[in-house]
């Protein structure tokens, strides 16, 4: 059933990356438990803007957890504490009449602060641009049916491929490091036979690319399996490490 | 001005490797002598960069979002159809050029359409090529599904999640190019004005959304690769960004828009349920095939759904339609259960709602395949709703989904604008007045990886090479123009934020230019329109200033241009006397209450060209020519 519920925010605002940022305190009244927590930040804002004070800047987009461009830290959570959840599928009904919560944006290295909750994160494409493809042009590819792909592989490829880029998982490493992303391309497409050829050189690529990117190392933390909103596996990384030895190899006996 | 769309000459299914072999080609070395902007990386921008810059141009492609893994067609979800007929089952290019006129209710272009139906092949091989996990079955065969308005299994899918699949299908091939410098990628800009000198497009003015700078882009050619409009709706099943002001701000540089009244309406989304929502979140309608749409038999009956009775429910569509049943086109479903509603039998806390309903379903296959096929659906009802819909039925009702008008385009592609082309669902071209399902995908990739980078060399060499460059005065003018609207709105400093007039004209639309119109309700929404558009430019509050990361000036933007863009939706659906697809007018129906077309007076495309602001716009006419499918009335009994 649909109830109301009085909220305390405390919200980073940050004018821009020069800007050192702060905590400031909103009261959200009225909420309906029903909305997301995107929306509850649309009524706050609608105030702001009333109240002639400047919006919380965030991003957001497809408003249904697939495009990947919503995202903040919510009471020290990447995308709250709901499990498997974009923090635009987050209903308030998750939150108690009187709660106080803390938003943050997502903070690594790799992810320059544009404003308020708002962050940079096209490291993460520069990533996929060292090797998340497969090298064909568009034209006289094969017939679809050609190469058959057995169905659990098809699921495993799958699995990893839900990965929407968000870099949540970057935000709850303690080292910043952006394994799991790289992890679900590297496994995606060295799954799949059409792959297969580049596995290696691509699993070295993106790591390589990573590293200089600024993000850090993995050292097994599980956070962000933990965070994923699309409960992405380490077991990918586990695939990524070994592609990656292959590389190693590979690129010595050339 | 005539309208010329260039369909070549010749039996249809040879016109596409006629004209293929007619068009001249550039000189690979000169390829890399062309830029070429590309606004957009949905299925269709993302595709048509990428193979373009595979192809040796120059590309420079622009988008809203801070990446291009992120456009609107990443949340397509049923699949993609094409013509392999893999499962045998009696399907073949002609069949699905077929179905394709018939759905949008034989106001589309057949020439483009069979096309379409051809190249379909090519991008199932092509995306396989590029790793998508489509669904296979336990042979490693790509699996189909049928879906809404189709009686063959042409549907290709990634569980619920092809648009995503096939996006960063599309995407990695760009960011490939990116890799190889060929394609210079410009996130967090919005196009605001298509720039044209000698009467050809010639670049853009975008503006950089986090710095708030004023940017000109020139080059050879432009692709618009925009989306759809609507959100003019307000509540639609539309990313927030998505806009209409690419589009209408190049219709305002001399671009024809074509039928913008063709909106569609999906039948199976969540329902409305409270003011503050932002927006809809469809249910695939893949859901449809094994889901039963139903109400209760009598008016008003408000026990929970597992106390009905079967023999007091109404399967609406399955008795209406028997052949087809819950499988009828969107238009037909929207407006079922509309109807239904409006008869007082919708269910739900508002009454606006039917149920899809599974349990059959479950019954027959069990559990396990019912959550293989729309796991991630059911999950997705289950955290908006709060509700289990392996338990309870769903509750669904339509929402506005897609807009079949666009800028208008011959079989080039290119708008009436030289040099300025249009893809994927920001032009009219393939869908005529309803759009069949699973058929926007198809027709963004056929449109990006497979139509324009051949249309395109026959557009740059048969043109004069003119090197214009940012410095042009017609740059000066663009930017000037930009920069006063901005400023503009920025000044104005009122009481009612843009959400709030967003809103206000979501509501007049969808009440008098949603599923069904009426000729007084049209006029007087035109008034109410220009009511609210005066409002506006005195009493929008627009918070911050232009030099900055200001999410509330880029929706004031948008919002300013759907006020002017309703209108001529409105305007739109006056002119068309008649009912097709999804502009669905009272005064036309059958006594079935389907949609009653009038071939002798509308069998045409309407082209709206812009006189000037506060202007009647001027209509073009493109006759309709059916020489291969004939002229029926649609029946889906
Ligand atoms: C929820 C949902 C489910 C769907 N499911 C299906 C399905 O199963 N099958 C199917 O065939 N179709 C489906 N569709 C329809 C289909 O997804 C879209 O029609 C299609 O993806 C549109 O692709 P596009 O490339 O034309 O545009 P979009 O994907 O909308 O991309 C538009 C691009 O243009 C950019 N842009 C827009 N304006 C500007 C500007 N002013 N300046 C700079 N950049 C700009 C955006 O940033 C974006 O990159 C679905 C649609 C929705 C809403
Ligand atoms: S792995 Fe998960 S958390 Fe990381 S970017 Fe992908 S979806 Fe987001
Ligand atoms: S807004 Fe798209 S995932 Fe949240």
Redesign the pocket.
Known sequence: MTKTINLTLKVWRQQGPKDKGRFETYHAKNISTDMSFLEMLDVVNDQLTIDDKEPIAFDHDCREGICGMCGCVVNGRAHGAEKGTTLCQLHMRHFDNGDTIAIEPFRAMAFKAIKDLAVDRSALDKIIQAGGYVSVNTGGAQDANAILVPQEVADLAMDAAQCIGCGACVAACPNASAMLFTSAKVSQLALLPQGMPEAAKRALNMVRTMDELGFGNCTNERECEAECPKEISITNIARLNREYLNAGFFSRSI | MALDAKIPGGPISEKWDRHRFELKLVNPANKRKFDVIV???????GSASASLAELGYNVKT????DS?RR???I??????NAAKNYPNDGDSIWRLFYDTVKGGDFRAREANVYRLAQVSNDIIDQCVAQGIPFARDYGGLLDNRSFGGAQVSRTFYARGQ??QQLLLGAYSAMMRQVAAGKVQMFPR???LDVVVVDGHAKGIV?RNLISGEIERHAADAVVL????YGNVFFLS??AM???V??AYRAYKKGAFFANPCFTQIHPTCIPVHGTYQSKLT?M?ESLRNDGRVWVPKNQGDNRKPDQIPESERDYFLERKYPSFGNLVPRDVASRNAKEQCDIGKGVGETGHAVYLDFADAINRDGRDVIEKKYGNLFQMYEKIMAENPYEAPMMIYPAI??TMGGLWVDYNLMSNVPGLFV????NFSDHGANRL??????Q?LADGYFVLPYTIGGYLTGTPKADVTTGHKAFDESEKQVTDGINRMLAIDGKRTVDDFHKTLGHIMWDYCGMARTNEGLAMAQTMIQELRAEFWENVRVPGNTADFNQSLERAGRVADFLEFGELMIIDALARQESCGGHFNEKFETEEHEALRDDDNFCHVAAWEHTGDGQEPEFHKEPLVFENVKLTQRSYK
Do not use: D, K, W
């Open positions: 606004v957009g990386t949905g299925l269709a921008g622009f988008c809203i979002q291009p456009a609107h067609s949340s397509a979800q049923g699949g993609i092809t648009g800009r919005e196009m975008a690769c925009t989306g759809g099943t539309n960004a998505s806009n002001t690419a469809l695939s989904h897609y893809l994927g669902e920001a399902g699973a058929s926007a995908l198809m963004g």
